[in-house]
């Protein structure tokens, strides 16, 4: 999984952080770069090692969005047939949205750490993941309103779930930038951190104190908090019965009590 042009991976006590490596081009993502973000978190997923991710960037900005030739590309094919060139794009947008969505369904809770500009595409990464944190430099903007075009990749489906309807609708409709003060404020990202290293720092700190619980029962709290989203919450509570009724007695339930007894921290088995 080090083999990437695009994206550069750290591995560490059971963190897995993952940065987007193209600090030359504001980290915009082209091609590879979308491709091989699908690919390390549908591998990340299966690596029974990695208990929780942290996504960020290299270099000044987060994630700049979709590179532009990527764009051109996707919108100016030469294909002469109006429906065969609709059914071509349609595709490009959904493999880009598996990319981002690949972010939501690992099933290892995944943490933004977010420094410089979040803007298009980079929105719709972060509203993937289960936490957003940033330093006082980050802003965000749902720019493709901007670029005369309705943003395709998940902000408008995801952003709404995080923050307030209004707020989500202003922000897509203008375009504004949203700095971090603000963002922090209406609930956009968890907590704002005076400087970029500062927040690495503290965002490994959470992501070890996720890392040290039961693996079995954070990927269920995250499966569990992902369906709760679509259903009723008397949907959720029948689920979670059954679900529990499979997975309560398990060998982490075991050493919990066990560690409990001996005044000792719990030791968990991937």
Not at 55 to 79: E, M, Y
Not at 86 to 100: G, N
Not at 140 to 162: H, N, S, W, Y
Not at 176 to 184: F, I, L, M, P, T
């Amino acid at each position: 999984m080090n083999s990437y042009q695009t994206i550069r991976l750290e591995m560490s006590a059971h963190i897995a952080t993952v940065f987007f490596n193209r600090p030359e081009k504001a980290n915009a993502l082209n091609q590879d770069a979308w491709k091989e973000l699908a690919d390390v978190f549908a591998k990340l997923d299966q690596e029974e090692n990695t208990r929780v991710i942290i996504l960020t960037g290299v270099g000044k900005h987060f994630c700049s969005g979709i590179d532009l030739s990527l764009l051109q590309s996707i919108t100016q094919a030469n294909i002469s047939c109006t429906a065969r060139q609709s059914e071509a794009i349609r595709k490009q947008i959904m493999i880009l949205q598996a990319a981002v969505s690949a972010i939501e369904n690992c099933n290892k809770p995944v943490l933004a750490a977010i420094s410089g500009g979040c803007i298009g595409a980079g929105v719709d990464i972060v509203s993937a993941c289960d936490m957003r944190y940033a330093s006082d430099n980050a802003f965000f903007c749902v720019k493709e309103i901007d670029m005369g075009m309705v943003a395709d990749l998940g902000t408008l489906q995801r952003l709404p779930r995080i923050i307030a309807q209004g707020i989500a609708r202003e922000l897509a409709y203008t375009g504004r930038n949203v700095w971090a003060e603000e963002a922090e404020k209406i609930g956009l990202i968890n907590k704002m951190y005076s400087t970029s290293e500062i927040l690495l720092k503290e965002v490994t700190q959470i992501a070890q104190q996720i890392a040290d619980k039961s693996p079995i029962s954070i990927r269920g709290t995250k499966h569990i908090l992902k369906y709760s989203q679509d259903h009723s919450v008397a949907d959720g509570l029948n689920y979670i019965a059954t679900w529990n009724a499979a997975m309560l007695v398990s060998e982490d339930l075991k050493e919990s009590f066990q560690a409990l007894q001996e005044k000792r921290n719990p030791q968990y088995k991937n």
